[in-house]
């Protein structure tokens, strides 16, 4: 089982930047899909999940309004659309699945995850 995320990089505040994850060696039909991000010296912080199965979507209180997830079903691929970054939104972003499809917030939760990519915002 394989998640692996691309798509991070430089990017100015204000602007936008689009995440992918793509998931290999299992079906993920009945599972829940997530990003976190983890910025320098903080702990790992939830961002947004949703259902591989449905359209259910939950995101953390510092992207909303900012930040979209998605998913491609044909293509196995999640994403993470973010607009009007900030330099707070800097940091390693990962994504991660859970067994389950009811959505989860807590780290714990997540069993599989990927290596992660960074996101640097500058000003």
């Known amino acids: 089982v394989q998640l692996v995320e691309s798509g991070g990089g430089l990017v100015q505040a204000g602007g936008s930047l689009r995440l992918s994850c793509s998931f290999s060696g299992r079906s993920f039909s009945s599972y829940a899909l997530g990003w976190f991000r983890q910025a320098p010296g903080k702990e790992r912080e939830f961002v947004a999940a949703?259902?591989?199965?449905?359209?259910?979507?939950v995101y953390g209180d510092s992207v909303k309004g900012r930040f979209t997830i998605s998913k491609d079903d044909r293509k196995n691929t999640l994403y993470l659309q973010m607009e009007i970054m900030k330099r707070e939104d800097t940091g390693v972003y990962y994504c991660?699945?859970?067994?389950?499809?009811?959505?989860?917030?807590?780290?714990?939760?997540?069993?599989?995850w990927g290596q992660g990519t960074q996101v640097t915002v500058y000003s």
């Open positions: 949703i259902i591989w199965s449905g359209d259910t979507r």
């Open positions: 991660a699945a859970h067994a389950s499809d009811t959505i989860v917030e807590a780290e714990i939760s997540f069993e599989l």
